[in-house]
Every structure is written in C-alpha cells, then in structure tokens.
C-alpha cells in the first residue's frame, strides 16, 4: 500500500491529492555520428596490420575475448576476426571474458554470449567457457595475476574490448584492452584480487600493473580496441601491438570521451531511468552521467548535480543482476520484484561496492516515485521542477524534459525540441505515459 505523503509532509508543505504535474516535452541532442561504414572491411584491414597477421603458424590455438558489455557490433566484429584468423591457418575459439559476471558461473556467462548472438553457429567458432584460471606471475607490488587458463594455454590471446570512461575511477586508461586482460581474463578470482588491491592502490595502479604483468607473461599477440560514437554505434577499430597497449590506449581514451554522450544539463532536480542493466554499463547505470559514482575508495564526482534518480525497471539481458540499484534514491516495485540477488551480490560483493546494491526506497509505481521524488527535491513546484526523464544511460540522443529545463534547452545549439507539449501523466496502473 503506497504512503500518504499528505499526512507525513502535512497540508501546508504540498497538497498531493490535488498534486499537478510538470509540462513535459521531448528534445533530440546532436551526438557525433563518425561511424565506421563496413565492419568486416574494417577488421580486415587492422588485423592485416599486426604481426600476428604475418607471423601466425598454420594450426594455431587462438583465443578471443568476448565481454558482457553491449557493444553494438560485436557480433560482426568477432565473426570477421574469426574469418581472418582461420584465412591465416588459425584455430580460433572465443573465450567470455567477463570477471563474476553470469553468476560467476561458466553456463552462465555463455548465456550472456548467446543473449548478445555470440554463438558457435553465428561467429563460426568453439566458445569455450571455463572459470578457471592460473596464476601467470605477480607485479612489482605483489600482486598475483591470474588468467583464464583455456586463454593462457592457447599460441595467441586477442584481446578485443571498447575502449571508454570507466565508471568507477578517472584515469590514464580506464575501460578499455587492459581492463578487459585484468577483469574479463582474470575471471572471478582474478577479479577479486584486482578490486581488493585497487582499494589499496586505486584502480589505474592496480589494472596497469596486473595488465602490464600479464603482457609480459601470457601470450597476448594482438588487441582490437574499438570506439563507439554518441549513439552506440561503431566509429573506430584500431589493431593495438602488445607493447603499446598502456600508450595507445591512452589516446583512444581521449578520443572516446569526447565522443561519449552526457546529459545536456548539469543540475537539474528529478532523474526518471527507464532501465537499468549490466550490457548498458558496468555498474547498471554510468555513474559519470548519473554524477554519483559511489565508491569508498576513489573521489565522488562533482558533476552532473542530480537530486533525485528514480530507477522504473531493469533489462531483461541483465538476468536480474542489479548492480547500480544503489545509486537510485527510488526504484518501483518491478524492479525489485526482478532481482536476482544472488547474482547482485556476487558482482557487488567481487567488485568491492555494496553500495550499489542495496535498495532504495521501493515505490509501488512511476507516479508513487515521481511523487517521492518531486516532494523531496526542495523547494520546487509541478511548473518550475526540472526533470529529465532518459531509456537509459547509454542512450542520450532523445529524452523528455520539464518545462522547468525548457529555457536552458532553447539556448543550446545542440538541442532540438521535436513534440508537443504535454502534462506527465500516468496510466491506471501508475506507470508513466509517454505521449
């Protein structure tokens, strides 16, 4: 049964019986579009670059990495690698490389693989998942380094992952080819080790020394990073050297974030996210778009200054894993209702961050929350709340805005007003209604 908010903030404070609600509109923002125009021309062309192009033996094992982001072509990128692999005489096979995820279970990170179409059948290869690992050396600080053992007991590692801001730490590199040979190769355990040092160290310390330890010691031959522009779709694929991981990747960081999509305002009251997942970010939702990054052991951001972040659901690609739950204030019952909390804990538990799985206050529907969130933003009223309501963090293209944010919207040249305006309004049932 949902609260009476009358009765607990009082007559004089809002009057939620009669409560309005803020005119609503929706807005297009101009992201970049640089798109690579043909993937498997793309990848040909880079691999055909490396060394392990030339100095492939015929039979060779080759391994791929394959992570649990949703990365807009990775089908087509792992396919055209495994056809350049086997032009060369190769034996590929892809490896899921992605820390506890899945449960921290081999069937299901294969279940997240074939979720995303990464298939035997579609990529033309074995997919050989295995959550064991072995231990390969340690860096100049201790630290043990461990490595899918079906990868390390292959001729060649590919390490293959898009390179972008890491929504837990500010750095030199951050999500990118190394963290994908610290976290995504090191498996759950590895994972575990690499989270507790990074509270000792910081994750840049932690992840450039395990991956520079493991370049030198596992037989990683190539690294295919790619960029993604502001609407998720490809706009680079660059073939990366072993020795230059750490330097090229440094540059691609630059370059993906300035291609990387924000919220078009930097402090506003209400956050409404229809979704939450981990194939949209690593912690459910960025945490550089949200401006809450939630972590004991790294600075919280300054920017951008949200009040409220209202959370309405979670993907169904997740599997019920909802990590990031945390940096929501409220959440609806759906979403707590699709919890696996198995799944959420191990991640939060392995990531060293269980505040981002515990719950908020849990609403019995979207105008419950919005309610919630309206009544504890301050001092604002239905016409001057600014509200942004996005489908989720990684798309940032369209969203609707309160009429509050309005006139900051006319003044940007990369905003467009394209609907009408309308009161938010709600079903029967409670559920917002996009109009």
């Known amino acids: 049964m ?43 062309a880079e691999f055909g670059k490396s060394r392990l192009s030339s100095e492939m033996k015929p039979g060779s094992k080759v391994a791929i990495t394959a992570g649990s982001r949703g990365i807009t072509d990775i089908v087509a990128i792992i396919s055209s690698l495994v056809r350049e692999v086997k032009s060369r005489g190769g034996d590929p096979f892809v ?70 801001s890491h929504t837990e730490f500010h750095g030199q590199i951050e999500s990118g080819l190394m963290k994908m040979i610290v976290i995504g190769l090191g498996k759950h355990e590895g994972t575990i080790i690499a989270h507790r040092f990074a509270v000792k160290y910081g994750y840049e310390r932690t992840i450039t020394e395990i991956g520079l330890c493991a370049l030198e010691k596992a037989p990683i031959a190539l690294g295919i990073a790619i960029i993604e522009n502001g609407y998720g779709r490809t706009a680079q694929i660059t073939a990366v050297e072993p020795e230059n991981f750490f330097e090229t990747e440094k540059k691609l960081l630059l370059i993906a974030r300035i291609k990387t999509p924000k919220i078009p305002f930097n402090k506003f009251d209400v956050l409404i996210v229809d979704e939450c997942g981990k194939e949209i970010s690593g912690t459910g939702m960025d945490t550089k778009v949200l401006g809450r990054i939630m972590n004991i052991y790294e600075e919280e951001l300054n920017h951008p200054k949200i009040t409220r972040v209202i959370l309405r659901d979670l993907t169904e690609k997740t ?117």
């Not at 579009?33 to 043909?38: C, H, Q």
């Not at 074995?126 to 461990?146: A, D, F, N, R």
Request: net charge negative; with cysteine.
């Open 319 to 435: 599997h019920g894993n909802a990590i990031g739950i945390g940096l929501a204030d409220f959440v609806t019952r759906k979403v707590v209702e699709k919890i696996d909390y198995r799944a959420t804990y191990i991640n939060s538990i392995t990531a060293i961050t269980p505040e981002k799985a515990r719950l908020p206050l849990i609403c019995e529907n979207d105008k419950e929350a919005v309610d919630f969130a309206i009544a504890t933003a301050g001092p604002v009223d239905f016409e001057s709340v600014k509200i942004v309501w996005i489908n989720h963090t990684s798309r940032l293209d369209e969203m609707w805005i309160s009429k509050g944010l309005l006139n900051e919207a006319t003044e940007k040249e990369n905003l467009k007003i394209i609907g009408n305006e309308h009161e938010m309004k709600f079903d029967d049932y409670g559920s917002l209604i996009e109009n």
């Open 2 to 44: 949902g609260l009476n908010l009358k009765r607990i903030l009082g007559v004089d404070c809002i009057e939620l019986e009669d409560m309005l609600y803020p005119i609503m509109v929706k807005i297009r923002q101009q992201l970049d579009g640089s798109v690579v125009p043909d993937i498997a021309l793309a990848v040909k």
């Open 95 to 164: 490896v899921p490389a992605m820390g506890s995820h899945g449960g921290a279970i081999a069937e299901g990170q294969l279940q997240i693989l074939s979720d995303y179409g990464i298939k035997e059948d579609i990529v033309g290869c074995p997919i050989i998942s295995s959550m064991e690992v072995i231990k390969v050396g340690e860096t100049e600080s201790g630290i043990p380094v461990l490595l899918d053992r079906n990868a390390c007991s292959s001729d060649h590692i590919i390490v293959l992952n898009r390179v972008k």
